[in-house]
């Protein structure tokens, strides 16, 4: 009995064990039944979109940058298509050795790693960075074909940006480079990121920075289906960037190369304008500097040379170097002196040769030191006499000339369309306490003194101020008080629908000179270039009537009593040449400041460059125009001779 018992109870036992396997199984299938439901049926839309969007890539297309053209249509900055060697780094498990397995394959040198490193590390991880730009067609063979074996590198076709005339128009049109991690902050801040989706560069100084958002464009996009490889299959959406638009300059390219050429190997600067619109003809910073060399990141060596280069090519002379005016800036103080009544033209005084301040034995002494005997208004801007305007600074004041210089932009910004522009200098009495506040400087130093208005008559003191500030100055006096604000962009082209917008020349205020003052400064200017005047020469064989007036800026102050050796000073101690001028006179096309930055008289350097810049612009004809010879009657010549005495002191300059 006991054994069928126990065989009973073993059967029963397996029956149950197998119940409790079938339930499992059961279980098994129920739940996997169930989660198959939930997935493919509750949760189809979801999943069948992250399917999709694992099959679908997204690739920015870069717009193609405006292009940069003169006033006749010639290209300033153009693009041209190249192939890059491009890494991006996250797809990349061992990056030195890829590095070192592509330079098996391409001529990768250190220049080239070092600015890939460099991009690297200001680039976020997910973008592609250039290893090696302008591939050979012999490089892009070796390397496509070797491509399978390097995940995480491409060969992409770029377009790269071009400056044909290189240093000529450096200090104008300016260049672009990569873009950095303060620039990608600040174009997130500004929800212009997706704009640049896929773009490596953005303007970095001149027009290309002024006008970035111009130029650039918006990004477009491409919607690729991809394989498990991530391979294109086929394209499912295509949106085309909107390329940037055509800048078109008032500038005049074959007259900036002409001005170019003919300053040579000498340091300054050239600023043409056209009086009645503002527009920038010709735009001069010498020396200059190739800005080809900075699309793609200077190297170090080049950089080195740039900046320890003692004539600082890199710096925009034009717009932001400041200098005394000189003797340029006497026609404004008779316009000072006449507009508020305080001359009459025919007023008249002596003059010795010097002027002292009343109860003082300090002189100022003129360019001419044995004087000019009687001196009226009109003589004293077309012989250029330091006497007469120490005397009539002193006699006006700071508070009297000051809102009457203003008026022709000294002291402010023109407001052109170049970023960087400097202030300059216009002093008064509120300047000097603001300069000079601080423990630096004692009480004493902060207080406008009355012998510091004497100089400043002359151009020299604490006035400061651009060549584009001159240029301007004298562009509202040729334009009868009426003020345009500079402009380099004349019009601004959308090349997809051929719409034109014109920077369209307003005024943007009007000083209302009395017209009988304006005629009598403008006369007295052309007298500057006739028999008796400091340009003299300058003015000879003209075609056309101009006026115009020489300028001397001291540079170091001499000692009193001392003469003025130009022989025995280093070269960037001596004086800088000045030459305004416009014409022709009865309707100005043309008005032009030039500086040679030590080029001594104004007549000498400055006045003939300006001659022929004139000449060619309104003529055609590319002139030599001498320098003014020994017997012309200006004080240029005394100095010229060094067996006569020459001008002494700071406040005692020249021109």
């Given amino acids: 009995m006991a054994p069928f018992t126990s065989q009973q109870q073993a059967e029963n036992q397996f029956q149950l064990r197998l119940l409790l396997a079938f339930a499992a199984m059961l279980l098994g299938f129920v739940t996997l039944a169930a989660r198959f439901a939930w997935l493919q049926v509750y949760q189809h839309e979801h999943f069948a979109t992250l399917a999709q969007n694992n099959s679908i890539t997204l690739s920015p297309i870069i717009p193609n940058r405006g292009l940069i053209v003169d006033r006749n249509g010639v290209v300033l900055a153009q693009n041209y298509s190249a192939y890059t060697l491009e890494l991006t780094p996250y797809k990349i498990e061992n990056l030195e050795q890829t590095l070192s397995q592509l330079a098996e394959l391409v001529d990768i040198n250190a220049r080239d790693i070092k600015r890939f490193r460099k991009q690297a590390e200001e680039s976020r991880n997910f973008e592609s960075i250039p290893l090696k730009i302008k591939l050979t067609d012999d490089e892009v063979a070796k390397v496509s074909a070797n491509i399978w074996r390097f995940p995480g590198v491409e060969v992409k076709a770029r377009l790269f940006r071009d400056y044909p005339f290189k240093e000529i128009t450096a200090h104008v049109v300016g260049y672009i480079g990569r873009i950095n991690q303060k620039e990608m902050e600040r174009l997130e801040e500004n929800d212009e990121l997706a704009d640049y989706r896929g773009s490596t560069h953005m303007g970095k100084t001149g027009l290309e920075y002024t006008y970035e958002k111009v130029l650039h464009g918006t990004a477009g996009f491409e919607e690729m289906e991809t394989d498990a490889g991530g391979r294109p299959v086929r394209t499912l959406r295509r949106v085309s960037p909107v390329n940037g638009h055509t800048l078109k300059l008032a500038l005049d390219i074959e007259l900036q190369k002409f001005a170019w050429e003919r300053f040579g ?391």
Avoid: C
């Fill in 265 to 655: 190997e000498r340091r300054g600067a050239l600023v043409a304008l056209d009086p009645a619109t503002g527009g920038v003809l010709a735009f001069i910073s010498k020396p200059g500097y190739d800005p080809n060399l900075f699309i793609d990141g200077i190297d170090s060596q080049s950089w080195k040379d740039l900046n320890d280069d003692w004539k600082k090519p890199l710096v925009n002379r034009a717009l932001r170097g400041l200098y005394p005016p000189g003797s340029t800036f006497k026609p404004f103080m008779a316009m000072a002196a006449l507009e508020t009544k305080f001359r009459d033209p025919n007023y008249t005084i002596p003059d010795p040769g010097y002027f002292s301040l009343p109860g003082s034995t300090h002189r100022f002494r003129d360019s001419k030191p044995s004087g000019w005997g009687s001196m009226s208004m009109f003589r004293s801007i077309q012989v250029s006499s330091d006497t007469y305007y120490y005397k009539l600074a002193w006699d006006m004041g700071i508070d009297r000339l000051e809102p009457q210089l203003a008026k022709f932009g000294f002291g402010s910004p023109t407001g052109i369309d170049l970023d960087g522009e400097a202030r300059g200098v216009l002093p008064s009495k509120e300047w000097k306490r603001k300069r000079f506040a601080g423990k630096r400087y004692p009480e004493a130093a902060r207080v406008w003194t009355p012998a510091d208005v004497v100089p400043i008559g002359i151009g020299q003191g604490y006035n400061t101020y651009t060549p584009l500030q001159v240029a301007h100055a004298v562009a509202i006096l040729a334009n009868n008080g009426v003020v345009y604000r500079p402009h380099v962009v004349k019009e601004i082209e959308n090349l997809k629908t051929g719409e034109i917008t014109k920077v369209e020349p307003n005024p943007v205020r009007d000083n209302h000179p009395d017209p009988a003052n304006i005629a009598f400064v403008k006369s007295a200017m052309e007298a500057v270039l006739k028999p008796g005047g400091t340009a003299a020469r300058i003015g000879a064989g003209l075609s056309y009537r101009m006026a115009g007036k020489t300028g001397t800026a001291q540079v170091v102050q001499i000692k009193q009593g001392a003469k003025y050796n130009a022989a025995a000073l280093a070269e960037q101690h001596r004086d800088h040449s000045w030459f305004v001028a416009f014409a022709p006179v009865e309707a100005p096309r043309i008005a032009i400041a030039v500086i040679v930055e030590n080029g001594g008289w104004g007549a000498s350097a400055a006045a003939p460059l300006a001659r022929e810049v004139a000449d060619f612009y309104l003529t055609g004809r590319k002139g030599e125009v001498s320098a003014p010879n020994s017997d012309a009657p200006s004080a240029q010549h005394v100095r010229a001779d060094k067996n006569k005495p020459a001008a002494a002191p700071a406040e005692e300059v020249v021109e």
